[in-house]
């Protein structure tokens, strides 16, 4: 499968982005979706996940009640809103589709070029 990840951009702190990756391929529903996030100098880290039905999702402590992902397998999408935008969210985020719920970034089998997201103070 192939994915596009888009929708970055500069935004004030407090503020809100939506995120979207269209997967190409007819078998977007079988996969694990999930989000990452990786800032200059630091690891590629999850952000959020979400199971091939849309039931079950999973944050990282750092973005819950902030952020929420979601999916449409009819449009064979992930998105991810985010809101209250603080500056330590700056970073490049890349979605991936993997089998298995897994915050470890070696265990997805396809990831998105990345978009950059950029909160000023």
């Known amino acids: 499968v192939q994915l596009q990840a888009s929708g970055g951009g500069l935004v004030q702190a407090g503020g809100s982005l939506r995120l979207s990756c269209a997967a190409s391929?007819?078998?977007?529903?079988?996969?694990?979706m999930a989000w990452f996030h990786q800032a200059p100098g630091k690891e590629r880290e999850f952000v959020a996940g979400?199971?091939?039905?849309?039931?079950?999702?999973r944050y990282a402590d750092s973005v819950k009640g902030r952020f929420t992902i979601s999916r449409d397998n009819a449009k064979n999408t992930v998105y991810l809103q985010m809101n209250s935008l603080k500056p330590e969210d700056t970073a490049v985020y890349y979605c991936?589709?993997?089998?298995?719920?897994?915050?470890?970034?070696?265990?997805?089998?396809?990831w998105g070029q990345g978009t950059l997201v950029t909160v000023s103070s």
């Open positions: 991936a589709a993997g089998s298995l719920i897994d915050t470890n970034p070696n265990r997805y089998d396809y």
């Open positions: 391929g007819r078998t977007f529903s079988s996969y694990y």
């Open positions: 979400v199971t091939q039905s849309g039931r079950t999702t």
